[in-house]
């Protein structure tokens, strides 16, 4: 009982330590990870390359996964390419239990110590720090294997389990159930596979035993992988099923050559830490053949999950310069118009985050992924910015011209959006988050009443943006001009009923009086910006200009 306790406390231990890993690794280099894989997979060849970089720096094939597929999801990839890029994480996390079952645990002191220094030394809230924090993830970990492998070893002589086991040996669909079990259990196969070859080492299984239990861990990873994707949108979900078709394939084949030829399991007798190298030599193969299948794979995933057309034209960023959306006025700008929609959704997004910071603390690690996040939203605000300059070369007729300078305005608006979010952000973090403050309940109430008005105001941007129909602009336009004028008048009145609480000497109010004005004049000003984005003579001119 003892050793399944101390097993249970190293499988723990590794689950936090990976789990700062990718945490560390995504906060530090989450957006520009993202980046680099929207931009650099060009074929499949590269995309396993890169699926295997990414799970083993993240350690998780899961994780890889789901950033592959909100990715894919964009449509800034092709399924076949998503596909390919999955196949590496999976081998990438395989290689890992490899890398990691070694005796590395003299590097364990050190990391920790040197993470420590880092996270602590540096604050969290930077850099240096989050850095710090993979270095005490990575310690973790490796301590987390030791106490693992140490605990199986009583378990070769345990009167109470050896039963059990010798039953699992003699029935391969108990291994397999066993495998997914600890997968499923550990939400790692990475832990399951090394609870495997730990056993495997202290003679509680045999060897043919542990490589069936393998197969159920990889098993449990290729669910594990479909059921996080079902987050994100269905061409998001493309890849995920399209590797659940190929993994259950090759496993279905595994599994018959493990029940048919014995050479299998004779060979892999003779060599130590046998179920990880089944493991890493498996998802190796899968990720080798499975190149060569891609795009026929894909297909199958696109015909289960069929997407409306208008989804199918979204488009990387370098994409936006391609010749056919360059090739008139009236087409370019209408491209230009789906692009600044999207950014102008992802502002949304963005700025739906703030709520969390208006009613709680986060960590200082999240508030570095918002400040990506808004580098992110500007890069691609950058890039519609050039793309506009390209279209002003080509002849563009008068209404052509009025929305050329009208989406120039709307993308110029959303920079400005952009700062000002940032702005909020930081102040925040500094003045409530760092401190562990809060607002009093009134005056949560408030900001979050400002917050919600600015979102119906993106939401109206956002229909201006997409619609056609001059008088349908108009209209919506002057919604949000009445609405601007609305919010200015209701911050003088909430300013008053602020000030109130503070002469009545709340605490909270009093702690977070600076930081309450400033956020309520930057909420009024991000609101103004997106309410007065849009000119009201420019998006009125077409209609004249036709009755002309």
């Known amino acids: 009982m003892q050793s399944l306790i101390h097993m249970a406390g190293g499988i723990a231990l590794l689950l936090w330590g990976a789990y700062m890993v990718k945490t560390g690794m995504l906060r530090t280099f989450g957006v520009a990870l993202r980046e680099f894989l929207s931009k650099h997979l060009s074929n499949r060849f590269a995309a396993v390359a890169s699926g295997t970089v990414l799970a083993s720096l993240l350690q998780s094939a899961t994780a890889a996964t789901l950033i592959i597929a909100s990715i894919t999801s964009e449509g800034l990839i092709s399924t076949a390419i998503g ?17 990691l079952s070694f005796d590395l645990s003299f590097l364990s002191p050190l990391m920790i110590l040197a993470g420590a220094i880092c996270f602590f030394g540096r604050h969290p809230d930077t850099r240096a720090g989050q850095f710090g924090r993979i270095l005490l993830g990575l310690g973790i970990v490796m301590l987390a294997l030791k106490l693992i492998i140490a605990s199986t070893m009583p378990l070769r002589t345990s009167p109470e389990l050896m039963p059990i086991f010798e039953q699992i040996a003699q029935m391969p669909i108990m291994a397999i159930l066993l495998g997914i079990g600890l997968g499923l259990g550990c939400f790692s196969s990475l832990a399951a596979v090394i609870i495997t070859t730990g056993l495997v080492n202290a003679g509680v299984i045999p060897i043919s035993t542990g490589l069936w239990v393998v197969l159920g861990a990889d ?4 669910i594990l992988g479909l059921m996080t994707a079902l987050t994100v949108s269905r061409m998001g979900r493309r890849a995920p099923i399209a590797n659940t078709i190929w993994r259950s394939t090759m496993l279905a084949l595994t599994g018959v050559a493990l029940a048919t030829v014995p050479a299998i399991h004779e060979f892999f007798s003779t060599i130590p830490d046998a179920p990880i190298y089944f493991h890493v030599g498996i998802n190796l193969a899968f990720s080798i053949i499975g190149v060569f299948f891609v795009g026929i794979v894909a297909k199958i995933a696109e015909r289960i999950l069929p997407v ?11 994409g936006l310069f391609s010749k056919e959306n360059l090739i008139g006025g009236g087409m370019s700008l209408k491209v230009a ?11 949304r997004d963005f700025w739906k985050d703030v709520d969390d910071l208006l009613r709680t603390n986060p960590p200082q690690g999240q508030i570095l992924v918002l400040h990506d996040r808004r580098n992110y939203i500007m890069e691609r605000c950058t890039t519609v ?15 052509d011209a009025v929305e050329w300078q009208y989406l120039k305005n709307v993308n110029a608006s959303l ?14 973090a500094d003045k409530k988050c760092a401190k562990n403050r809060s607002f009093t309940p009134e005056g949560l109430s408030e900001l979050q009443m400002l917050h919600s008005r600015a979102i119906a105001c993106i939401d109206k941007l956002g229909t201006i943006v997409q619609a056609s129909d001059p008088d349908e602009r108009k209209a919506v336009c002057v919604t949000l001009l009445e609405e601007r004028e ?4 209701s911050s003088f009145e909430l300013t008053q009923h602020h000030m109130e609480r503070v002469s009545k000497g709340l605490t909270g109010a009093i702690e977070t009086s600076a930081l309450h004005l400033e956020l309520q ?4 000003r991000f609101a103004s910006i997106i309410c007065t984005s849009v000119n009201f003579e420019a998006v009125t001119v077409p209609n004249a200009h036709e009755e002309a």
Do not use: H, W
């Open 83 to 99: 596909f390919a890029c999955i196949l590496g994480a999976d081998f990438g996390s395989a290689l890992m239990s490899r890398i």
């Open 219 to 222: 098993i449990e990873n290729t």
């Open 308 to 318: 409306e057309a208008d989804n199918m034209k979204q488009k990387k960023d370098k």
């Open 337 to 347: 118009a789906s692009e600044i929609g999207k950014i102008t959704g992802e502002v």
């Open 385 to 399: 910015s050039r793309y506009l300059s390209m279209v002003m070369r080509s002849p563009l007729t008068k209404d």
């Open 415 to 428: 920079k400005l959006a952009l700062d000002v979010v940032d702005r909020i952000v930081t102040i925040t």
């Open 486 to 489: 609305a919010m200015i008048k």
């Open 521 to 524: 004049s930057l909420f009024t």
